[in-house]
Nanobody, 121 residues
Framework: QVQLVESGGGLVQPGGSLRLSCAAS????????MGWFRQAPGKQRELVAA???????KYGDSVKGRFTISRDNAKNTVYLQMNSLKPEDTAVYYC???????????????WGQGTQVTVSS
């Protein structure tokens, strides 16, 4: 079973930056795509970014040009660098091991506790 621990969230002002980390246990990390999702109160969980095992990347439209996803396979860790943060980025952020079929990233039912990101002045 995969174990996921997200960290790095907090309270920041609009325009600020945060770097989220997700430490993943399990032997499947290096062969799996990894994604970041977020969920705000009363809203559906949405894909923020995803990265394949070989570095192919997809971003949600709302974060393109502001967020950067990366991974360190040696550390079994995936990162999300968030710049130019906006109040609408406020949400709980989760990482997720994903599969990729025919170029499409697919979520799996493995989730950590999430980390809260609040953007407010």
């Amino acid at each position: 079973q995969v174990q996921l621990v997200e960290s790095g969230g907090g309270l920041v002002q609009p325009g600020g930056s945060l770097r989220l980390s997700c430490a993943a246990s399990g032997s499947r990390f290096k062969s799996n795509a990894m994604g970041w999702f977020r969920q705000a109160p009363g809203k559906q969980r949405e894909l923020v970014a995803a990265i394949s095992s070989d570095g192919s990347i997809k971003y949600g439209d709302s974060v393109k040009g502001r967020f950067t996803i990366s991974r360190d396979n040696a550390k079994n860790t995936v990162y999300l660098q968030m710049n130019s943060l906006k109040p609408e980025d406020t949400a709980v952020y989760y990482c997720n091991p994903m599969s990729q079929l025919a170029g499409v990233f697919l979520a799996t039912n493995y989730w950590g506790q999430g980390t809260q990101v609040t953007v407010s002045s």
